[in-house]
């Protein structure tokens, strides 16, 4: 059972860059799917959640209008899209998973992180 972030990498500032978390060993469609960010020595911060059936949608106000994610259960894969990057997106990405398909619920399972720098 895995849980994979994966799409960092370089991106100047203005850029965009699309993230995706796929699952192996399970199927995401019963889950809800959020994304986070870390920084070294800040608190991990949520940025984006989908519930299972993807009927809600909740952003954290630093990503508000820029970011937007989504979810393809055929594929088990949940996606990040980020625009308009900025230096301060720089963080390393992880997705989790709500094994009661909530946003409004603690999330339970973390996967491998991706790097994204927004740089110039």
């Known amino acids: 059972v895995q849980l994979q972030a994966s799409g960092g990498g370089l991106v100047q500032p203005g850029g965009s860059l699309r993230l995706s978390c796929a699952a192996s060993?399970?199927?995401?469609?019963?889950?809800?799917i959020g994304w986070f960010r870390q920084v070294p020595g800040k608190e991990r911060e949520r940025i984006a959640c989908?519930?299972?059936?993807?009927?809600?949608?909740q952003y954290a106000d630093s990503v508000k209008g820029r970011f937007t994610i989504s979810r393809d259960n055929a594929k088990s894969t949940a996606y990040l899209q980020m625009n308009i990057l900025k230096p301060e997106d720089t963080a390393v990405y992880h997705c989790?998973?709500?094994?009661?398909?909530?946003?409004?619920?603690?999330?339970?399972?973390w996967g491998q992180g991706t790097q994204v720098t927004v740089s110039s």
């Open positions: 989790a998973t709500q094994s009661l398909g909530s946003c409004y619920r603690e999330f339970d399972y």
């Open positions: 989908i519930s299972r059936n993807s009927g809600v949608t």
């Open positions: 060993g399970f199927t995401l469609h019963d889950y809800a």
